[in-house]
T-cell receptor, first 112, second 112 residues
Framework: DTEVTQTPKHLVMGMTNKKSLKCEQHMGHRAMYWYKQKAKKPPELMFVYSYEKLSINESVPSRFSPECPNSSLLNLHLHALQPEDSALYLC???????????FGPGTRLTVT | QQQVKQSPQSLIVQKGGISIINCAYENTAFDYFPWYQQFPGKGPALLIAIRPDVSEKKEGRFTISFNKSAKQFSLHIMDSQPGDSATYFCAAIISGNTPLVFGKGTRLSVIA
């Protein structure tokens, strides 16, 4: 089973809201990733967790806050977002750091 | 040195034809080259991948050709079908060392 699940599928939020995106995998992978993807662009890496520790933060604004509660779950907490943060947010996982990655279906986020 | 250059940006192929997408890289330390297929509104799906010790890998209608000396690799889709219409991303990675480096993507349209 190479499935990564993400909830919700769609999210509309105002600039003053607080929301969270969730990601789950049951493949026993020890690395999990958050990507942001704008239309017609490749995914852009935001955060990497390896063995539940944050190992990469690609200079992402503090209004995005990742959390890895356990080896199967990854959250992305959102607060005070801007309209330009509207994008498809993708979660991925891999067996080890910088190995073959499997992506979830994404959360389509719209900030109004 | 971390870039992967992908071409063409877009491609229109007749049903039953061969689709060819090319990628080039500079960093000879890359040791794993996956291709991802992405349909609109969905996450990228791992399609096929190759390591540099192999010159060709075939899975069904999809073939990767790898030229280590030229630092190039390509995806061939034989007998292209309308259902293959999607955006294709090549990528490269140094296993256990760096995150995925994506090409900019190729939007493929297969017309009947």
């Amino acid at each position: 089973d190479t499935e990564v699940t993400q909830t919700p599928k769609h999210l509309v939020m105002g600039m003053t809201n607080k929301k969270s995106l969730k990601c789950e995998q049951h493949m026993g992978h020890r690395a999990m990733y958050w990507y942001k993807q704008k239309a017609k662009k490749p995914p852009e890496l935001m955060f990497v967790y390896s063995y539940e520790k944050l190992s990469i933060n690609e200079s992402v604004p503090s209004r995005f806050s990742p959390e890895c509660p356990n080896s199967s779950l990854l959250n992305l907490h959102l607060h005070a977002l801007q309209p330009e943060d509207s994008a498809l947010y993708l979660c991925a996982s891999s067996q080890g750091w910088a190995n073959e990655q499997y992506f979830g279906p994404g959360t389509r986020l719209t900030v109004t | 040195q971390q870039q992967v250059k992908q071409s063409p940006q877009s491609l229109i192929v007749q049903k039953g034809g061969i689709s060819i997408i090319n990628c080039a890289y500079e960093n000879t330390a890359f040791d794993y080259f996956p291709w991802y297929q992405q349909f609109p509104g969905k996450g990228p799906a791992l399609l096929i991948a190759i390591r540099p010790d192999v010159s060709e890998k075939k899975e069904g209608r999809f073939t990767i050709s790898f030229n280590k000396s030229a630092k190039q690799f390509s995806l061939h889709i034989m007998d292209s079908q309308p259902g293959d219409s999607a955006t294709y991303f090549c990528a490269a990675i140094i296993s256990g060392n760096t995150p995925l480096v994506f090409g900019k993507g190729t939007r493929l349209s297969v017309i009947a």
